[in-house]
């Protein structure tokens, strides 16, 4: 069974700080990684990474993909109160019948 | 350019009935997927449409079915409604052809609560 874990569950910091998201999956047949950022109802999609090592950069936030150790990690840098969000991360998979498996989340909470 | 609506955004039903639910993507999308939000399993992938086909399925039972239309908006039905079908249901929408591969846009959801 196809399986996405994030880490940590939950986070509290700073505004200011800055933050890593781990991402980490056991999928059969790998297509792509995508990350999310949930604050209210609808998600909103952040970055697609289908290949080992190549940053994706958006503004403060960052990510990377290694396809070896099965990982992903989302960088937040100097974190705003706007940031805070529950982070999606989600892996496709499959041959001919893709499926989208979601992790159950961070919950990113940024104090002024 | 209006984002992907869902209606209804409420809904309440009791156990035994069933229920459809309407998703409109963004005008020029033609994928269409649907998903389930609970706080105990977190966002499940339930089913992709493109072009009125049903291309990518998640491990939800027969009681859960979709279909598309030709102008891309699309319905979920869920029959014999059961407790635990009780959740936000939400459907997203792309210009790929496999939106779930993809970037995708969702809409704002329909919660479902099932007495």
């Known amino acids: 069974e196809d399986k996405v874990v994030q880490s940590p569950l939950s986070l509290v910091v700073h505004e200011g700080d800055t933050v890593t998201l781990n991402c980490s999956y056991e999928?059969?047949?790998?297509?792509?990684l995508l990350w999310y950022k949930q604050e209210k109802k609808a998600p909103t999609f952040l970055f697609m990474l289908t290949s080992s090592g190549i940053e994706k950069k958006s503004g403060r936030l960052s990510s990377i993909l290694d396809k070896k150790e099965l990982f992903s990690i989302l960088n937040i840098t100097a974190t705003q109160t706007g940031d805070s969000a529950v982070y999606l991360c989600?892996?496709?998979?499959?041959?001919?019948?893709?499926?989208?498996?979601f992790g159950k989340g961070t919950l990113l909470t940024v104090n002024p | 350019k209006a984002g992907v609506t869902q209606t209804p955004r409420y809904l309440i039903k009791t156990r035994g009935q069933q229920v459809t639910l309407s998703c409109s993507p963004i005008s020029g999308h033609r994928s269409v997927s649907w998903y389930q939000q609970t706080p105990g399993q977190g966002l499940q992938f339930l089913f992709e449409y493109f072009s009125e086909t049903q291309r990518n399925k998640g491990n939800f039972p027969g009681r859960f079915s979709g279909r598309q239309f030709s102008n891309s908006r699309s319905e979920m039905n869920v029959s014999t409604l059961e407790l635990g079908d009780s959740a936000l249901y939400l459907c997203?929408?792309?210009?790929?052809?496999?939106?779930?591969?993809?970037?995708?846009?969702f809409g704002p959801g329909t919660r479902l609560t099932v007495l």
């Open positions: 997203a929408s792309s210009l790929h052809t496999s939106g779930i591969l993809n970037e995708q846009f």
């Open positions: 999928v059969t047949n790998f297509r792509s």
């Open positions: 989600a892996v496709a998979s499959g041959g001919s019948n893709y499926k989208l498996t």
